[in-house]
Nanobody
């Protein structure tokens, strides 16, 4: 199992980014997939998740309506579209999956929201 995030960067407040998580070693369609983030000095927190099958999504309260998680099964990739970004969204963003009771993480991608 391998997860590789990309798409982070520096963006101004109010801007947008799309993060990608390319998965290998398993099919993303068969597992619940999650995005977490960790800001300096803070614990890692769940940002968004999508269930397998039906693809029900859930979001942290402070990103609801601004972030969208989605999956491209053909590319075996999970996305996080982030709109109306705020300085408090600054963090390292991680892709996550639990396969056979083991948690897997990518290396993370840095998102910095600043003017």
């Amino acid at each position: 199992v391998q997860l590789v995030e990309s798409g982070g960067g520096l963006v101004q407040p109010g801007g947008s980014l799309r993060l990608s998580c390319a998965a290998s070693g398993f099919a993303v369609s068969r597992y619940a997939m999650n995005w977490y983030r960790q800001a300096p000095g803070k614990e890692r927190e769940l940002v968004a998740g999508i269930t397998r099958g039906v693809g029900t999504t859930n979001y942290a309260d402070d990103v609801e309506g601004r972030f969208t998680i989605s999956i491209n099964n053909a590319k075996n990739t999970v996305y996080l579209r982030m709109n109306s970004l705020k300085p408090e969204d600054t963090a390292v963003y991680y892709c996550n999956v639990c396969v056979l009771s083991r948690n897997y993480w990518g290396q993370g991608t840095q998102v910095t929201v600043s003017s």
